[in-house]
């Protein structure tokens, strides 16, 4: 399976603190990607990262790859009460393949 | 077009009616994919379309379950004699063929079986 986990389950934070989220797999990727959902809604990609590409920057997010420990981070900067959400990794092996989402991890912002 | 649309936003519906779910993806997006999705868990993947084609089904998919793309734009999903354990959120998402790109969702038709 190509479905990644995310760790923590949850995580609270103060408004301005930066937050972390892991991600491990355990097939070999083509890219991984990070997606948020706030409650109730869709989820909205946010950013991919290559299996050739090893740190990758947008805006306040910078997310990181390690393909040889199968793992990835998010890193989100001076959070936002608006950054109150789950988000999901999702390790993406080849084309014929949807992707497949672990249970992510909640984020809870405290302003 | 903005995005992917979703229709019903909301449904209700007795346990043993039957439902049906639409969803129009970006126009230019040849794929489609449809995702369920209950409290407190990631979206589980059901089915997707390539076009008009149906390439994969998960086995979650019971016969109770039908989706359709007749003519590779939108697409609906059928639930036949609902079961309470039919609650859920049903997400759809659309993707343009390639390596590079992340899913668009829409947000979602939650559905309630009473």
């Known amino acids: 399976s190509q479905q990644g986990e995310e760790d923590p389950q949850a995580l609270s934070i103060q408004e301005g603190e930066n937050a972390t989220m892991n991600c491990s797999y355990k097939?070999?990727?083509?890219?991984l990607q990070w997606y948020r959902q706030n409650s109730g809604r869709g989820l909205v990609h946010l950013i991919l990262?290559?299996?050739?590409?090893r740190e990758k920057h947008s805006g306040r997010l910078r997310v990181t790859l390690d393909t040889s420990k199968k793992s990835s981070s998010l890193l989100i900067t001076a959070s936002r009460a608006a950054d109150t959400a789950s988000y999901f990794c999702?390790?993406?092996?080849?084309?014929?393949?949807?992707?497949?989402f672990g249970k992510g991890t909640r984020l809870s912002v405290i302003a | 077009d903005t995005g992917v649309s979703q229709d019903p936003r909301h449904k209700i519906t007795k346990r043993g009616q039957n439902v049906t779910f639409r969803c129009d993806p970006i126009?230019?997006?040849?794929?489609l994919y449809w995702y369920r999705q209950t409290l407190g868990q990631g979206p589980e993947f059901l089915t997707y379309?390539?076009?008009?084609?149906?390439?994969?089904k998960s086995r979650l998919l019971s016969d109770r379950f039908s989706a359709e793309r007749p003519k590779g734009s939108f697409s609906t999903l059928e639930i036949q004699r609902t079961e309470q354990g039919d609650s859920a959120m049903y997400l759809c998402?659309?993707?343009?063929?390639?390596?590079?790109?992340?899913?668009?969702f829409g947000s979602g038709t939650r559905l309630t079986v009473v």
């Open positions: 379309f390539q076009n008009e084609a149906q390439l994969e």
């Open positions: 126009s230019e997006h040849n794929r």
């Open positions: 097939t070999s990727i083509n890219n």
């Open positions: 998402a659309s993707l343009t063929t390639g390596m590079g790109d992340g899913y668009t």
């Open positions: 990262i290559r299996s050739n590409e």
């Open positions: 999702a390790p993406w092996n080849s084309g014929n393949t949807p992707l497949v």
